[in-house]
T-cell receptor, first 112, second 114 residues
Framework: QKEVEQNSGPLSVPEGAIASLNCTYS??????FFWYRQYSGKSPELIMS????GDKEDGRFTAQLNKASQYVSLLIRDSQPSDSATYLC????????????FGKGTHLIIQP | NAGVMQNPRHLVRRRGQEARLRCSPV?????VYWYRQLPEEGLKFMVY????????ESGMPKERFSAEFPKEGPSILRIQQVVRGDSAAYFC????????????FGEGSWLTVV
């Protein structure tokens, strides 16, 4: 199993709807999780981090972590065209001896 | 990008030349990471450094690639004898500590090998 897996998409969501992005991970990267947004030709930009089971909300974004099922998700409420980007899920072993392990990203398209 | 500075932003090299990419972390950050992103691919971890030390280079190709983070000055990723397959975006990131904390990316250096 790859360490962090995401559906590459594209995922198409109408404007104003909820976009749901999912990510599964292996045991090695099971400590900390991060969602980054990356526009084409730009660097990844941190959206949210989550460390414990449950939901974490920040504005229109909610990250959900389920360690028993080994998945982490990102919900974007009231989707806007400016949310169209590639969303990268990343996990860390937390051991301090390595960097983050990234999935390949999900390409999200918000249709006006 | 929280202040991580990378240069050059765009670099064109002919096959066989050397490429040097520089990264200055956020002020006060002593941990630097280099990632490579090939077209249509995700970010791949290359190397993790602290000042004057390579902590983890498990993602670095065995040949032609090297990295350093000297006591003074920026971190340098060096690619010798570049080949077309080295064409990619190279991102540097930094964090105040290395223990799974949030890392902040620079704007990236886009290397094109012709």
């Amino acid at each position: 199993q790859k360490e962090v897996e995401q559906n590459s998409g594209p995922l198409s969501v109408p404007e104003g709807a909820i976009a749901s992005l999912n990510c599964t991970y292996s045991d090695r990267v099971s400590q900390s999780f991060f969602w980054y947004r990356q526009y084409s030709g730009k660097s990844p930009e941190l959206i949210m981090s989550i460390y414990s089971n449950g939901d974490k909300e920040d504005g229109r974004f909610t990250a959900q972590l389920n360690k028993a099922s080994q998945y982490v998700s990102l919900l974007i409420r009231d989707s806007q065209p400016s949310d169209s980007a590639t969303y990268l899920c990343a996990g860390s072993s937390g051991g301090g001896a390595d960097g983050l392990t990234f999935g390949k990203g999900t390409h999200l398209i918000i249709q006006p | 990008n929280a202040g991580v500075m990378q240069n050059p932003r765009h670099l064109v090299r002919r096959r066989g030349q050397e490429a040097r990419l520089r990264c200055s972390p956020v002020k006060g950050h002593s941990h630097v990471y280099w990632y490579r992103q090939l077209p249509e691919e995700g970010l791949k971890f290359m190397v993790y450094l602290q000042k004057e030390n390579i902590i983890d280079e498990s993602g670095m190709p065995k040949e032609r690639f090297s990295a350093e983070f000297p006591k003074e000055g920026p971190s340098i990723l060096r690619i010798q004898q570049v080949v077309r397959g080295d064409s990619a975006a190279y991102f540097c990131a930094s964090s105040p500590t290395g223990q799974g904390n949030t890392i902040y990316f620079g704007e990236g250096s886009w290397l094109t090998v012709v």
